[in-house]
T-cell receptor, first 114, second 110 residues
Framework: DVKVTQSSRYLVKRTGEKVFLECVQDMDHENMFWYRQDPGLGLRLIYFSYDVKMKEKGDIPEGYSVSREKKERFSLILESASTNQTSMYLC?????????????FGPGTRLTVL | KQEVTQIPAALSVPEGENLVLNCSFTDSAIYNLQWFRQDPGKGLTSLLLIQSSQREQTSGRLNASLDKSSGRSTLYIAASQPGDSATYLCAVVNDYKLSFGAGTTVTVRA
């Protein structure tokens, strides 16, 4: 079974702090994704990566950056956290071909910025 | 831009009743469509993936249909159980990006 893990289930940070959210997948998937999920707005794509050191902006990249130094790990960085970044963050991965684009999700990190 | 709509937003049924969840999308040039389940405060669990060339996909009590030309998919859950209570999300893939609906929250009453 594909396993996608996220470093924290719950995180509380202060405004202005630098925040790192880590995601690791164990199935050698090429593509990895970061989403945020908010009530009434659904899931929105922040960034995705289709290879090591490669990244593309999603629909809402402002205020975020990402890092992918190894194939299995994709990090989301909040350079200076703000209260409007309080949200549930979900990481996902998928292989580039084969079965197509079935995405597998991690358990999520609920981030609260005070 | 792809828009995905799920109706109804919430559904409450007695145990044993069949569930019908609807998903519509505006751009029919999709690669595939995926149905997910989400329990409160948790991540998403993939239920079914339908490739664009397929009309339906089945797994146990779950059956999902896809009509690309009309931009619709339906998830059927037979003989619902209280454990089926969750939010169900559909998502369509254009290239490798997912566009999600807002979900249908299902409550199955014992």
């Amino acid at each position: 079974d594909v396993k996608v893990t996220q470093s924290s289930r719950y995180l509380v940070k202060r405004t202005g702090e630098k925040v790192f959210l880590e995601c690791v997948q164990d199935m050698d998937h090429e593509n990895m994704f970061w989403y945020r999920q908010d009530p009434g707005l659904g899931l929105r794509l922040i960034y995705f990566s289709y290879d090591v050191k490669m990244k593309e902006k999603g629909d809402i990249p402002e205020g975020y950056s990402v890092s992918r130094e190894k194939k299995e790990r994709f990090s989301l960085i909040l350079e200076s956290a703000s209260t409007n970044q309080t949200s549930m963050y979900l990481c996902a991965s998928t292989q580039a071909g084969g079965r197509g684009n079935e995405q597998f999700f991690g358990p999520g990190t609920r981030l609260t910025v005070l | 831009k792809q828009e995905v709509t799920q109706i109804p937003a919430a559904l409450s049924v007695p145990e044993g009743e069949n569930l019908v969840l609807n998903c519509s999308f505006t751009d029919s040039a999709i690669y595939n469509l995926q149905w997910f389940r989400q329990d409160p405060g948790k991540g998403l669990t993939s239920l079914l993936l339908i490739q664009s060339s397929q009309r339906e996909q089945t797994s146990g009590r779950l059956n999902a249909s896809l009509d690309k030309s009309s931009g619709r998919s339906t998830l059927y859950i037979a003989a619902s159980q209280p454990g089926d209570s969750a939010t169900y999300l559909c998502a369509v893939v254009n290239d490798y990006k997912l566009s999600f609906g807002a979900g249908t929250t299902v409550t199955v009453r014992a």
